[in-house]
C-alpha cells in the first residue's frame, strides 16, 4: 500500500491503530473549521494529547500535507468502523463560519487528491449516496457534528462527478508497464491493459510492474510505509542495506 506522490509536506502524527484491518473503500472529507495551511494541519495532530489525526491534510494554501501512512487507522471520523475502510482527509476553509467555505482552488487539489487515491485503491466509480453505502463519507454521520461543513458538504455529489470523470479517462488509457524502473523506459520489456497479465510477464523476466503515474504496483511485498522509514532514519539503519 502505498502514499499519494501529491503530497507537498510530510508531518507524520503518533495518533493512529498501526495498520487498518479492512479493504480501503471509502473516504471521508472532513473540515478543519478554520483557515489552516498544510503545514498548520500536520501540526495540530503532532501532539498525542490531540487524540486525533487524518491521513491527509488539504490546506488553505492548496498544499497536501501526509499525516498518517494510508495502511494506517487514523483517528478522525468518531468511527472505528469508517476510520478502517476510509483514507480521510482534512481540508483546510478559506472563509469561517457559518458557511465555512473553501477556495476553488484547494477544491481542485482535493479532487486530484480523491482521484489518486481511487486509482491506487482500485475504486472505479467514487459513489455519493448521502448515506454510509457511498465511497465519500460524512463525519455528522458517526458524530454530534457539523462537518464538513455547509459548503463542502453540498459539494460531495460535485466532487463524486468530477473525480469520476477523471478516473474514466484515467481507466481508458491505462496501460501496466513492465520495467526495471519506472524512470528507466529502456528497460521496458511490455505494457499491458490488465494487471494480472503484465503481473506474469514481470514475474517470467523478475521485472517490475508500473501503473501510468509511476507507482510500483508489483511487487508490493519490498514497499515500506512512510513511518516505517522515518524509524530507519532515526534508529541511524537506514542506507546501511
Given amino acids: 500500500m502505498t502514499n499519494s506522490k501529491l503530497i507537498d509536506e510530510i508531518i507524520l502524527s503518533p495518533n493512529h491503530s498501526g495498520l487498518r484491518n479492512e479493504k480501503i473503500t471509502k473516504i471521508a472529507i472532513h ?8 503545514q498548520r494541519i500536520g501540526s495540530v495532530f ?38 478502517n475502510r476510509a483514507i480521510t482527509i482534512e481540508v483546510g476553509n478559506s472563509t469561517r463560519g457559518p458557511n465555512w467555505e473553501i477556495s476553488d482552488f484547494v477544491l481542485d487539489r ?12 482500485n475504486i472505479y466509480h467514487c459513489s455519493y449516496t448521502g448515506d454510509k453505502n457511498g465511497v465519500l463519507q460524512k463525519h455528522e454521520w458517526y458524530a454530534n457534528t457539523n462537518c464538513p461543513g455547509p459548503f463542502l458538504g453540498n459539494k460531495f455529489p460535485f466532487i463524486a462527478r468530477e473525480v469520476n470523470k477523471r ?23 511490455g505494457a499491458f491493459k490488465y494487471f494480472d497479465n503484465a ?14 503515474s509511476g507507482y510500483e504496483i508489483y511487487p508490493r511485498n519490498n514497499l515500506k510505509s512512510v513511518d516505517t522509514l522515518a524509524r530507519e532514519v532515526i534508529r541511524g539503519d537506514w542506507g546501511n542495506g
Avoid: M
Fill in 31 to 38: 473540515h478543519t473549521a478554520g483557515v489552516l495551511t498544510a
Fill in 110 to 121: 482535493l479532487i486530484e487528491l480523491v482521484t489518486d487515491i481511487c486509482i491506487r485503491n
Fill in 46 to 83: 503532532k501532539s498525542r494529547n490531540r487524540q486525533a489525526s487524518c491521513n491527509y491534510g488539504v490546506g488553505s494554501d492548496g498544499k497536501i500535507v501526509l499525516v498518517v501512512d494510508e495502511c494506517n487507522r487514523a483517528w478522525t471520523t468518531s468511527s472505528p468502523w469508517c476510520d
Fill in 199 to 212: 503481473k506474469k510477464f514481470a514475474k517470467k523476466y523478475k521485472l517490475k510492474v508500473f501503473d501510468e
Fill in 167 to 189: 478516473l474514466r479517462k484515467n481507466k481508458n488509457q491505462n496501460l501496466y508497464r513492465v520495467r526495471k524502473s519506472f524512470k528507466d523506459k529502456k528497460s521496458q520489456k
